[in-house]
């Protein structure tokens, strides 16, 4: 297990995933958050004995706003994420995650129970339908993946990426869901899909890491996965708990609904299209 030091304490701590996994990046040169710092013999160590994950916050740089976010910059996003993904092969920690069709089956079932529209009502069984199409064949590569790389975990300084943060919700999955979530977040403005930011960012991912076949040929279904799986988890948190923390932002689930109307509306073969362009990828991963 991975163990982190601080100046004032005589025994080393055990890391929480997070912290380990961010350590294990940083090694390694990966921009993510700094609330570690490199001693003279040179391992990093934790400054501060907490087992959260250093917030995103720390980071240098600022988040930009979704009107900004241009090719350049969706592919720098899809580089980092597959450096991401190749640098952490050799972290032995494994956390298991809550990604799985069945478990959004589970939120959606929560959901139900709780709906208070005929609306909502017609937006729950609209998830529940999309969910059963969709499953992760076990030929998919697997490793640590992010999990969650929206907008504003990316801190840019101009136009050049500086950091990355919000790893709690990193664990133990398949690389392409994780290209899906970073697509359905990056790759859409006002709920609409903008080809260019989706090829960027497959190409800016396929230059560090090149898709094998079933990734490519997954790759859309994994995206309408991502965004149902994110409509059911804004539904359960925002409309269906009884009682939600008031300091939480409100998100309205209804864009991820629009989102997946949007997938639905370009098809597999306009997707595939879109995001792979004239790319020719070797068939292996490297």
């Not at 025994?11 to 090694?27: C, K, M, T, Y």
């Not at 580089?79 to 991401?84: G, I």
């Amino acid at each position: 297990m991975a163990l982190g030091y601080h100046p004032s304490m005589a025994h080393p701590v055990p890391l929480s995933f997070e912290e380990a996994l961010v350590q294990h990046l940083a090694l390694r040169g990966l921009l993510v958050p700094r609330r570690l710092d490199v001693e003279r013999g040179g391992a990093i160590t934790a400054v501060v004995p907490q087992r959260e994950c250093a917030p995103c916050n720390s980071l240098p740089g600022r988040a930009l706003g979704v009107f900004e976010i241009g090719a350049d910059e969706a592919r720098q996003v899809g580089a980092f994420l597959a450096d991401l993904h190749l640098c952490s092969r050799g972290f032995r920690r494994r956390r298991r995650n809550d990604i799985e069709p069945q478990h959004v089956a589970g939120v959606l079932e929560r959901c139900i129970s709780a709906v208070r529209s005929s609306a909502q009502v017609r937006d729950v069984k609209t998830l529940a339908l999309e969910l059963v199409r969709h499953h992760f064949p076990a030929e998919l590569p697997r490793g640590i993946i992010h999990g969650n790389l929206q907008v504003g975990s990316v801190r840019f300084a101009g136009h050049q990426l500086c950091g990355v943060g919000d790893f709690e919700f990193a664990s133990f999955g398949p690389f392409a869901f994780d290209l899906a979530v970073a697509l359905v977040a990056w790759a859409f403005s006002h709920d609409g899909f903008v080809r260019e930011r989706a090829l960027a960012l497959v190409e800016g991912y396929q230059s560090r890491r090149p898709l094998v076949p079933v990734e490519r040929g997954m790759l859309y279904e994994l995206c309408r996965f991502a965004v149902t799986r994110l409509a059911a988890a804004r539904f359960y948190e925002f409309e269906a708990r009884p009682r939600r923390d008031p300091g939480v932002q409100y998100q309205d689930y209804h864009h991820y609904i629009d989102r997946l109307e949007a997938l639905r509306g370009i098809g597999a073969s306009g997707f595939r299209n879109a995001v792979f362009g004239s790319y020719v990828g070797r068939d292996h991963a490297r």
